[in-house]
């Protein structure tokens, strides 16, 4: 059984995301980057709780939530250690971990390149991962704080999944990331793919999820094939300005 997920936008560009187990009623959050937006949406879901908070790393606008959570629901959360840096944190979790949201469990898996230590929560079961700010609808997030080796290592983990695994990432960067896809590829099954997802952005709807075959096929870092292509190419979307 997969977990419910409901996805919102807060903040400029943020998403918050928050999960269900259908079979306990376990309820978490994954990040949190308005605490006031996320207790609203827990509000008019009516699932009534929020046990968990399951940080992916520790900037401000995934762990801004923590300790408002915190004080109001008694929640427990979860991250790598780095959240420390920024917010309240209850337990570490690191490479190979296990978390439970009541039956369904996500394994932790290292994911350094924008911190250090960046994580992602897969349900290998269910075909779902919460891969915080490593991978985006046809891009993937700047180096703040690790090397291009190390993301392309990140990627290239992610892309070992099954093409039908269901992302959710946690930013609404997509216009912009396909325009520097566009600049890059002018393959026209491309362009295709980003027409159908600009006619989303245009009605208003947000372009996640997205999945591992579909970021496999068009997204301009994952195409790369290479970790010095990657970090050329991650270099000229730092300078876009298209």
């Avoid at 300790?67 to 979860?78: D, R």
């Avoid at 372009?207 to 068009?218: C, K």
């Amino acid at each position: 059984m997969t977990l419910d997920v409901h996805l919102f936008p807060c903040l400029s560009d943020n998403y918050g995301l928050l999960v269900r187990d259908p079979a306990t009623g376990i309820v978490a959050t994954i990040d949190t980057p308005d605490a006031d937006r996320i207790l609203a949406e827990l509000e008019g879901l009516g699932w009534g709780r929020l046990d968990l908070i399951l940080n992916t790393h520790w900037h401000a606008d995934h762990t801004g939530g923590n300790a408002a959570l915190k004080a109001t629901t008694g929640c427990v959360i979860h991250g790598p250690a780095e959240v420390r840096r920024a917010a309240p944190l209850d337990h570490e979790i690191a490479d190979g971990d296990v978390v439970s949201v009541g039956q369904t469990q996500l394994q932790v898996i290292a994911a350094p390149g924008h911190t250090l230590g960046h994580v992602v929560l897969h349900d290998v079961k269910g075909r779902t991962a919460f891969v915080g700010d490593v991978l985006f609808t046809l891009g993937c997030g700047r180096l703040f704080e690790g090397t291009p080796d190390q993301m392309w290592a990140s990627l290239s983990a992610l892309m070992d999944w099954p093409d039908e695994t269901v992302i959710w990432c946690a930013h609404e960067y997509t216009a912009s990331n396909a325009r520097f896809a566009l600049s890059v590829d002018d393959r026209p099954e491309l362009r295709a793919h980003v027409e159908t997802l600009m006619r989303e952005i245009e009605a208003g709807r947000p372009t996640v999820p997205t999945t591992i075959g579909a970021e496999r096929r068009f997204n301009p870092f994952l195409t790369t094939g290479d970790a010095a292509t990657f970090a050329e190419r991650r270099a000229a979307k730092d300078g876009f300005r298209g």
